[in-house]
């Protein structure tokens, strides 16, 4: 328009929004500046009477008065002012404004200028259709990237106490909103608020509501999602009618939905923008929420598996607990193997003893001193919880400390400043025949215990008491069993005749001589179980195809070797043009030295470093696309051969390699005869699978830990056993035997029931 006009000023404006209000936008101008503002009212002036007229117009300098065109900052005299308007779809879009300040234009020199306008009109619809297309595209591509930062995030832990805060403020960044509310579902089928990421100060934290109470609890009763886009909603006014301001103006609420199943509800609340709650936006927060619920169903089960652990826990405890009338060992089982359930610190029994309290055991402590002075206050604070014969639930958040009486604060006080602990939880044992104990728990955590854990802590209670007052019963009468027999047997050999008295005197003695005299080998004995063979796992170094298997299952294969190679034209690509490009400068480099050009020459030889050094990078890119075996072995992955095709991501495992040249048998010995264990002794083992055959070895390891096994603790002698040829597998069980050296056949013979009798007389005498 310029160049058909050289000496006038031309503008063109686009119709659009400015702080919400149709505007006429200032988008480009020729011949020089003259608009004062970026935008102008729609209705303004000249521009005011295009919008109206929707045609081109001309106007007279002379007849325009200042205010006409008042959007323009010119210093010249006016000698006509023309518009042309920009069509699109049928409304109009935008305007060509001419100036002319050296003479008039005439009403046919505007005409001509109208094919330009249109041929404009059209290349502003092609544009505005090309750039809502082009948002609708990177509007999508937004969306799906959030979907895809969503499905990451919700993905990275299975806690549940980590899951919901991630879920609530990811929700609330992808919704703009003020405050997201996730309420759960409970056994009463009412809903819980579990977290609130934001701030709605309508409800708590911790709020619960019953079906149909409330906007939470009709969406969990009918599963239906809510829209309030209008702050004058009567739900609304009853949800905010406590809050004088922070009151709720717009609210989403959808339902939290897992395999048909409602889990929980979901609530967005109050736009930041200040706008309203749309169709779009339940449509977002509806697909979100359905990723929510996957990842919230893995927690869930997550949680469910842990309260199977601790079932399984549980019953371990009891059972040994209930397995042994040993006093000693049960009391430190009481106090020992809760932990595995239960996060205390410390714990610790007391028990009635002629109507006064005695600490008996205390956790991780073996040998006990009561006037110790880490254990002195312990027990001390233990006699004075008995007293009140309930249970005593003391905790500290702060300085402030949980008791109704002012004397057990200021006992709690000083006690909590003394040890460091912040918790104190102890439960009365008492059956139908009185008092037995009293069992304490104390951890540095003030919330250590939940309703799960108290209820646990109370059937072990039971248990224990039990346990312990027959511990007890059986304690108070050790020499009815021992002294009835032998005397009976005194009484039979008295009755006998002189000369067969005679003879088993004679006959006793060579036995005592044999067993006095005559070594035999002491072997330990226990069930063997094969431990899990050395294995690795082969996994690609990047995401790819794989080619090509050079192995199949059960093949005996090297460290080192080729088992796969992987998808490679890129690399083998990258490597031909480096070794292209490397050889290229080898030969411009030859040239300028061929040509005495020295300088050129360095040049060239710096390039060809480079590509060296490239054509090395590559060459290292390629071979990590085959996959070689980290040991020796065999290859373990069924079906190995049928992998051709399948695509891998960066840690993924391709194959598992087995070595199975040496086989670790796990023989499990008493803790009675765990004394006599030292490593490199000889072991013997005799697995079913292999009934006629004795595979030998020697000991490696023995265990420092011992674990429960029936009714007593083992250790386990690791014993290494050649296996050249694999016929040992994993999981196969039999009996293993372990020499420790020749003794006198009484100690191999009679050592098990002497150490029974020690220990038997030791409880009742010794100290």
């Not at 009212?41 to 001309?58: D, K, Q, V």
């Not at 200040?274 to 997550?302: C, K, V």
């Not at 009755?495 to 067969?500: C, F, H, L, S, V």
């Amino acid at each position: 328009m310029s160049e058909a006009l050289p000496d006038a000023f031309v503008n063109v404006y686009t119709v659009g929004k400015w702080d919400g209000e149709d505007a006429w936008l200032l988008r480009a101008w020729a011949g020089g500046e003259s608009v004062r503002s970026a935008h102008v009212p729609l209705h303004h002036g000249t521009l005011g009477e295009l919008s109206a007229e929707h045609a081109a117009l001309l106007f007279s300098g002379a007849d325009l008065a200042r205010e006409d065109y008042g959007h323009l900052d010119i210093r010249r005299t006016l000698r006509s002012l023309a518009y042309l308007p920009l069509d699109t779809a049928g409304a109009i879009g935008g305007a060509i404004e001419i100036l002319s300040f050296e003479r008039e234009l005439s009403p046919e020199s505007v005409e001509a200028l109208a094919p330009l306008a249109e041929l404009g009109s059209s290349a502003l619809r092609a544009a505005e259709s090309y750039e809502a297309e082009r948002n609708d595209s990177l509007q999508s591509v937004t969306r799906l990237t959030q979907l895809y930062d969503l499905e990451r995030s919700f993905s990275s832990t299975l806690e549940m106490d980590e899951l919901l805060p991630i879920v609530g403020g990811k929700l609330q960044e992808v919704m703009e909103c003020a405050a997201v509310n996730l309420w759960l579902m409970r056994g009463d089928e009412s809903i819980e608020l579990m977290h609130q990421a934001g701030r709605d100060l309508t409800t708590p934290a911790g709020s619960v509501e019953k079906p149909g109470e409330g906007i939470p609890g009709a969406v969990s009763d009918n599963g239906e999602s809510v829209l309030i886009a209008s702050p004058d909603d009567e739900r609304l006014g009853v949800r905010s009618a406590n809050q004088a301001d922070g009151g709720v103006s717009s609210l989403l609420v959808v339902p939290i939905m897992d395999q048909g199943s409602l889990v929980g509800v979901v609530e967005a609340v109050n736009k930041l923008n200040g706008q309203s709650f749309d169709e779009d936006d339940l449509f977002a927060l509806t697909t979100i929420t359905e990723t929510a619920s996957r990842a919230l169903h893995n927690a869930g089960l997550l949680m469910a598996e842990r309260k199977v652990e601790v079932l399984e826990t549980l019953v371990t405890v009891s059972h040994e607990i209930t397995s042994t009338l040993n006093l000693d060992r049960m009391l430190q089982t009481i106090v020992n193997a809760p932990q595995a359930v239960v996060p205390y610190e410390r714990a610790a029994i007391a028990l009635e003893q002629r109507g006064r309290f005695k600490l008996c055991a205390v956790s991780g402590v073996a040998k006990l001193n009561a006037d110790a002075p880490e254990i002195a206050p312990l027990s001390s604070l233990l006699e004075w919880a008995a007293l009140a014969e309930e249970v005593v639930d003391v905790k500290q958040h702060g300085e402030e400390i949980s008791a109704e009486r002012e004397e057990t604060r200021a006992k709690f006080k000083q006690y909590f400043a003394s040890t460091g602990m912040r918790a104190f939880y102890a439960i009365p044992l008492h059956d139908d025949t009185g008092r037995v104990g009293i069992l304490g728990l104390e951890s540095g955590d003030p919330d250590f215990l939940t309703s799960v854990h108290i209820e646990l802590i109370q059937v072990l209670a039971s248990q224990a008491t039990v346990a312990l007052r027959n511990a007890q019963m059986y304690k108070e009468v050790p020499f009815i069993s021992v002294l009835e027999p032998v005397l009976e047997r005194k009484r039979k050999f008295l009755a006998m005749e002189k000369a067969r008295r005679r003879l088993v005197t004679m006959g006793a003695l060579a036995a005592f001589v044999f067993l006095a005299v005559c070594p035999l080998p002491m072997r330990l004995a226990g069930d063997a179980v094969v431990a899990p063979v050395h294995r690795a796992q082969v996994q690609p170094e990047f995401e790819g195809v794989v080619a090509r298997v050079l192995v199949r299952e059960g093949q005996a294969i090297k460290r080192g070797q080729v088992i796969a190679e992987m998808e490679s034209w890129e690399r083998q690509t990258a490597l031909a043009a480096a070794q292209a490009r490397y050889q290229t400068a080898l030969l411009e480099m030859n040239h300028a030295l061929a040509s005495n050009d020295g300088a050129e020459a360095g040049v060239k030889r710096v390039e060809a470093d480079y590509w060296k050094t490239e054509v090395a990078n590559a060459q290292q890119l390629l071979d990590r696309a085959q996959l070689r075996s980290p040991i020796d072995g065999v290859v373990a992955t069924p079906h190995i051969d049928t992998f051709v095709g399948r695509r891998l991501q960066f840690g993924d495992t391709f194959a598992e390699v087995l070595d199975a040249s040496t086989a670790m048998v796990d023989v499990a010995i008493d803790d009675h005869d765990v004394g006599l264990l030292r490593s490199g002794q000889r072991a013997a083992v005799k697995l079913n699978g292999y009934p006629t055959r004795t595979f030998r070895g020697s000991v490696a390891t023995v265990s420092p830990k011992g674990e429960p096994q029936g009714e007593s603790r083992v250790f386990f002698a690791r014993v290494a056993v050649e296996n050249p040829n694999g016929l040992i597998r994993t999981g196969m069980e039999g009996r293993g035997k372990i020499l420790a050296g020749w003794r006198m056949s009484g100690y191999v013979l009679f050592r098990r029931p002497a150490i029974w009798l020690y220990s038997r007389v030791w409880n009742w005498f010794g100290w």
